[in-house]
């Protein structure tokens, strides 16, 4: 086991590492071992309104932070991105111990996260409003200005990326932040709230505050004095945040939450090149994904190839020491282990046929075999909710028409995907489908630039790219008399 030091487990709030109001911790898990890593310290209502208090006095008219230049918010935010760059081995290793990602792609996801900063970093200075040739006599302009305080709530499948994609908007535009991670990974957002701090941002502008959903979380979503909730997560917690975002205040809020999305392949296709697409859509990160393309759709004159080739990558795909050089690491914790392998049992009991994997691996820590299950029907469990774990469902259709509406009946539309040589097909494809991504000949592609977000119940709003910043952003119109005969 790789030795990573814990150099922070205290709230951040007010560029200050303080214990919770009630002196209370929590346990953060190992989910290779099922050791207990630190504790940490156990944010509540109390320490949110302290936090909340913190990122109003940052935001006041007066404030070192609203009085900076919009140029040099983004000279801060290269700098944090720098600084992650510089720190990506150990934010890596301090991910992996927490969530059991393999480090490699851990790294990976550090970079990633530092260009996402980048790209908010420049647009912070070109944040734009418009002159208007409104009716009557009167020059009329709008303005684009940060909306204020904002809670955001982020998930523990991609903990580090998730700060970048809440944060990169929320600074460019000029709110303040309180951040809550995820119980389960709090080791990560602390790291960087140390990062926040060396960049040389004033102190209220990011706070980062652990805790339990139920407590936390919901003084977070609660708070009169919040103006914005980002939250991802899932679609149950999702319509709980948006109630309670109208209860004390009318806050803007954006979800990004869960999904159960199509991947589609056509006759034409390559069959290997499409399986491994298919695979890696179905697999990322353990299948811990929000969009995980967990419904192969296979046209029925490939069909049998494909499952024969879906079955064969999966059986290759190597698990294990996520510090050691696998594909898949555990899952997150008991919860969701447990979860996924009553997915697979029902998936099994359900008649669906079980081509690879269906088990545990040893009986120490959380490891699930790459599992694939062929000739599901719609109506099945595992091919209708969000399993969140390594299982794929193949799932056999005939003719165009046929596909795209057994894609759309679902409640969720965050992404979908569809491999075919046939421009025709696959824009009509990209179409007809209900999701807010659409993959063609690839899968799960997204980038800084890329608005992502989803339709129905994988959410509201649209992060990353030119959407990712407007709703950290109010229109203020002004309007100004003219006389109709000036006089000279």
């Known amino acids: 086991m790789v030795k990573v030091e814990i150099k922070y487990t205290k709230l951040f709030i007010n560029n200050e590492w303080v214990d919770a109001v009630s002196k209370k911790t929590f346990p953060t898990i190992n989910p290779q ?44 935010m290269l700098k944090l991105a720098d600084l992650m760059d510089s720190e990506a081995k150990y934010l890596a290793e301090l991910e992996t111990l927490d969530c059991g ?12 996260s530092a260009g996402v900063l980048r790209y908010y970093a420049g647009k912070a200075d070109k944040i734009l409003g418009n002159t208007i040739p ?34 990169g908007p929320a600074l460019a535009a000029g709110c303040t932040i309180v951040l809550k991670p995820a119980e389960q990974t709090p080791l990560t957002a602390l790291a960087v709230a140390a990062l926040v701090k060396e960049a040389g941002f004033p102190p209220g502008v990011v706070n980062v505050v652990p805790g339990y959903g139920p407590t936390a979380g919901a003084a977070l979503t609660h708070h ?58 179905a697999f990322a990160n353990g299948g811990q994904c929000c969009c995980a393309g967990t419904r192969t759709y296979v046209q029925s004159g490939i069909y049998e190839a494909f499952v024969n080739k879906a079955a064969e990558i999966a059986n290759q795909r190597s698990v294990g020491n ?59 469990q595992i091919a209708r909710e969000e399993i969140f774990g390594p299982v794929q469902s193949i799932l056999k259709f005939d003719t165009f028409e046929e596909v795209i509406d057994r894609a759309n009946d679902t409640n969720y539309g965050l992404g979908a ?56 952003l109010e229109t203020k119109t002004i309007t100004l008399a003219l006389p109709k005969q000036p006089q000279f």
């Open 322 to 380: 996520p510090f050691d050089e696998v594909d898949q690491g555990p899952q997150i914790d008991q919860e969701m282990f447990s979860k996924v392998l009553g997915y697979i049992d029902s998936g099994k009991n359900s008649g669906a046929r079980c081509v690879a994997g269906g088990d545990r691996i040893g009986d120490k820590g959380y490891y699930i075999k790459p599992t694939v299950f062929a000739d599901v029907q719609d109506d099945m």
């Open 134 to 167: 409104a009716d009557g006599e009167c020059l009329s302009m709008t303005l684009k200005e940060p909306i204020g305080v904002c809670g955001q709530i982020i998930p523990w499948n991609y903990p580090i990326p998730m700060i970048s994609w809440k944060i």
């Open 101 to 112: 990602k393999p480090v490699r792609i851990a790294e990976e996801e550090v970079h990633s």
């Open 33 to 76: 071992d099922e050791t207990v890593i630190a504790n940490v310290a156990e944010g509540d209502k109390a320490d949110i309104d302290i936090a909340v208090e913190a990122a109003r006095k940052a935001f006041h008219r007066y404030s070192k932070w609203r009085t900076m230049d919009a140029s040099q918010r983004g000279l801060l």
């Open 417 to 472: 995907g569809v491999i075919t040589n046939d421009i025709n097909i696959a824009m009509s494809f990209a179409k007809h489908v209900r999701a807010g991504s659409i993959w063609i000949n690839t899968y799960d592609h997204v980038t800084s630039q890329t608005p992502f977000g989803g339709f129905g119940d994988s959410g509201i709003g649209r992060e990353l790219g030119e959407d990712g910043i407007l709703p950290y």
């Open 224 to 281: 009169p004095h919040v103006d914005k909730i980002a939250f991802t997560g899932s679609t149950e917690v999702g319509k709980l945040i948006l109630g309670a975002a109208s209860v004390a205040n009318l806050k803007r809020v954006t979800l990004e939450l869960g999904g159960k999305s199509p991947l589609v392949v056509f006759n034409d296709a390559d069959v290997e090149k499409a399986a491994r697409i298919a695979h890696a859509a």
